[in-house]
T-cell receptor
Framework: GNSVTQMEGPVTLSEEAFLTINCTYT??????LFWYVQYPGEGLQLLLK?????DKGSNKGFEATYRKETTSFHLEKGSVQVSDSAVYFC?????????FGSGTRLSIRP | GAVVSQHPSWVICKSGTSVKIECRSL??????MFWYRQFPKQSLMLMAT?????????EQGVEKDKFLINHASLTLSTLTVTSAHPEDSSFYIC????????????????FGPGTRLTVL
């Protein structure tokens, strides 16, 4: 069946460090891929998405590229800020359902 | 601002009692809404799809009689945890499709802030 695997956290970085959170997926067909973010005390928000192979989603300095050959959708940001501290979920959409990864908690030190 | 609200944000109840959680779409009528359950340090798991005017569609392994879903109106879906037990303690999250209920737009959803249920 369809599934999403993302790197376990927590991840702790210093401000302005480079961020990568790995995400791979298993799916039939060509699912849409997403990164959602959950800030403390808030609901999940869509961060970025990609709907087909080689698409790059980007938002707020974050980027992820839909790699069909490696079935990956890694999240990257060149310089993180304290305000990026949150839980990040990789997800795919297939058969009218969103399937989430287990989430990665990111903490950024000033 | 928020487009999906949940009430209550947290609830503590005794084992054997029933608890109702409300999910409201604040800015758009939604013929379809979704209920998820999130265990600590784990992913969100889809429990069921709430359909206005018809029965909810439950995912495999979810007990229909324990988790009662009622899509009372185009802006309100409720989840009732019946005869709650400590193992039902969890974080429950609802969502609605971006455009309310059109199948082609299920892939982008707006999520509520969640309800933390603790059963003693």
């Amino acid at each position: 069946g369809n599934s999403v695997t993302q790197m376990e956290g927590p991840v702790t970085l210093s401000e302005e460090a480079f961020l990568t959170i790995n995400c791979t997926y298993t799916a039939t067909g060509y699912p849409s891929l997403f990164w959602y973010v959950q800030y403390p005390g808030e609901g999940l928000q869509l961060l970025l998405k990609a709907t087909k192979a080689d698409d790059k989603g980007s938002n707020k300095g974050f980027e992820a590229t839909y790699r069909k050959e490696t079935t990956s959708f890694h999240l990257e940001k060149g310089s993180v800020q304290v305000s990026d501290s949150a839980v990040y979920f990789c997800a795919l959409f297939s058969a009218s359902k969103i399937i989430f990864g287990s989430g990665t908690r990111l903490s950024i030190r000033p | 601002g928020a487009v999906v609200s949940q009430h209550p944000s947290w609830v503590i109840c005794k084992s054997g009692t029933s608890v109702k959680i409300e999910c409201r779409s604040l800015d758009f009528q939604a013929t379809t809404m979704f209920w998820y359950r999130q265990f600590p340090k784990q992913s969100l798991m889809l429990m069921a799809t709430s359909n206005e005017g018809s029965k909810a569609t439950y995912e495999q392994g979810v007990e229909k009689d324990k988790f009662l879903i009622n899509h009372a109106s185009l802006t309100l879906s409720t989840l009732t945890v019946t005869s709650a037990h400590p193992e039902d303690s969890s974080f429950y999250i609802c969502s609605r499709p971006k455009l309310g209920g059109i199948g082609s737009s299920y892939n982008e959803q707006f999520f509520g802030p969640g309800t933390r249920l603790t059963v003693l």
